[in-house]
């Protein structure tokens, strides 16, 4: 096929003409991308167009603040505009604009207002007036996640130990005692028997805070059962029953029902799971009560019972 050579010239010279005039005519219009999609708008009507985002006092209050020289900066990055305004804190307020066409945008400002606000209205005369530094951004990295569980499988125990112990760790580390106490049960010193009978005894006599020591017994008691420590969870359980029969308690409190029946839990449980010299040492128990007669009360030979 022959090209009229001519021809082919003069369509090309004007092509490129038409292409010269389109370029000057669209002088102000931008385009910009976000996730692939082409975005076009015309930066010198955003003012006019982005208008309906804020009210009359904002918009007025927005003016003020622009003419008034509180903008700091403004940046531009594709369709994105970061700014910093000056505001009635000692610390300009960081404010960004997202242009997503010739009238709708996304606003964001770390001032205290819910609302389209006069840091962003003063910002958007500026890009309409194009006064801004355009640069070029590097893609954000996502800092890699901090999980507290894989840190901790990462550091030695000894180390772990040591921060711990140290001031820093002393003073720093805050540990919720009570499940603490309840998962290092076995690592805590053992009381004795008197410690928990002459305490709760004397809180029986006189008639004083007594359910909350028992309580508290036998919250203790259940955590040696965690720990297969049958032998202080028995303790306990001994220790409350003589003190409520040597305070002549236990047939007079109305407590003693509830109390016998978490007692009774716990040394069923003991009595299944201990070792042997434990559980010779709850039968010589039991059955010195059985045979004196130790207790008169219902609740308590219906315990002493279950154990048979």
Known sequence: MEIDTKVFLDNTMRNATLNSIDAEKNNNIH?????????????STLENSLAKDFSYQIKERGEKYYYDGNI???????????????????KPYDVEIVVIDDDTAHYRCTCPCTYPCKHLYAVIIAISNLEYDEVELKSPIKEKEINLKSIIKEIPAEEIKNYLLSPIGLNNVAIEMGAFSEYFRKYYPKQNYEYYYNNLYNELIVDGSYIEKINLYIDRARQYLSSDEFDEAFKIVKSII??????NRLNTDNYVFDVINKLGIILRITNRKAKLETKIEIKNWSDFLEREMYYNNYYLEDLILSLK
């Open 31 to 43: 385009k910009t991308s976000e996730e692939k999609n082409d975005i076009y708008y015309d930066e």
């Open 72 to 90: 700091q900066n403004v940046y531009k990055t594709k369709n994105k505009y970061f700014a910093k305004v000056s505001g009635n804190t000692s």
């Open 242 to 247: 003589e003190a409520y029969k040597d305070s």
